[in-house]
Each structure stands twice: as structure tokens, then as C-alpha cells.
């Protein structure tokens, strides 16, 4: 099994940034590709970006792409996203998510393990 522990959210201004984190724990030899998602109120879940273990490979959500980075620290066993320039469309509840012996995919039903979430908010 693995553990997924989220921090790093909190409130910003517009234009602002926050780098979250989630540090995984447990059998994390297994995990080939670490995602964020997100959940605003009222709306449905929404890939954010996401990254594979072996290849380093990126991945990024339509509404994100040049304003967010996702990047591994294999030792650590910690995924970050960094989030520049934010608006407040980007607030919500943002959760990190493992899939075991899977390609990476938005489809937030092939993750095996999730992390609490931490809220982002981003107003004026």
C-alpha cells in the first residue's frame, strides 16, 4: 500500500504563487506515476498534472499548461507543483494521487491512492 500526505496550499492574490507537496509513503517502489487533481465546489474532479516515475515524463492539464510544474524527488519520494500566476479559477481542493504499475492518465478512476487534499484559494 501507499500513503500520500498533501501540504502547501493556502490563500494568494491573484497573480500570486504556491508550490505544493506530497510526500508518499509505504510501498512506494510500486508507484509509476504521481498526479495532481483538483475539485472546485460544484464541479466535477479535474486533472491538473502529472508525472511518471521511470521516465520523468510531464503531463498537463489545458487550463494550467506554462503557469504550472510538476516535478520528483525519487529520493525523497515527494511529488511538488509549482502554481505561478494564479487566478482565481485555480481555487479548490487539491489532491495528490498515485497509480501502481499503470501509465499516467487524467482518468482520476486508476489511481490506486490518495492523498487529504489541501485547499487553494486564490482571491483578491
Known amino acids: 500500500q501507499v500513503q500520500l500526505v498533501e501540504s502547501g496550499g493556502g490563500s494568494v492574490q491573484p497573480g500570486g504563487s504556491l508550490r505544493l507537496s506530497c510526500a508518499a509513503s509505504g510501498n512506494t517502489a510500486t508507484i509509476n506515476c504521481m498526479a495532481w487533481f483538483r475539485q472546485a465546489p460544484g464541479k466535477e474532479r479535474e486533472g491538473v498534472a502529472m508525472?511518471?516515475?521511470?521516465?520523468?515524463?510531464?503531463f498537463y492539464g489545458d487550463s494550467v499548461k506554462g503557469r504550472f510544474t510538476i516535478s520528483l524527488n525519487k529520493s525523497r519520494n515527494t511529488a511538488y507543483l509549482q502554481m505561478n500566476t494564479l487566478k482565481p479559477e485555480d481555487t479548490a481542493m487539491y489532491y495528490c494521487?498515485?497509480?501502481?504499475?499503470?501509465?499516467?492518465?487524467?482518468?482520476?478512476?486508476?489511481?490506486?491512492?490518495w492523498g487529504q487534499g489541501t485547499q487553494v484559494t486564490v482571491s483578491s
Open positions: 494521487a498515485a497509480r501502481l504499475w499503470g501509465a499516467c492518465s487524467f482518468k482520476d478512476e486508476v489511481y490506486n491512492a
Open positions: 508525472i511518471n516515475h521511470s521516465v520523468m515524463s510531464t
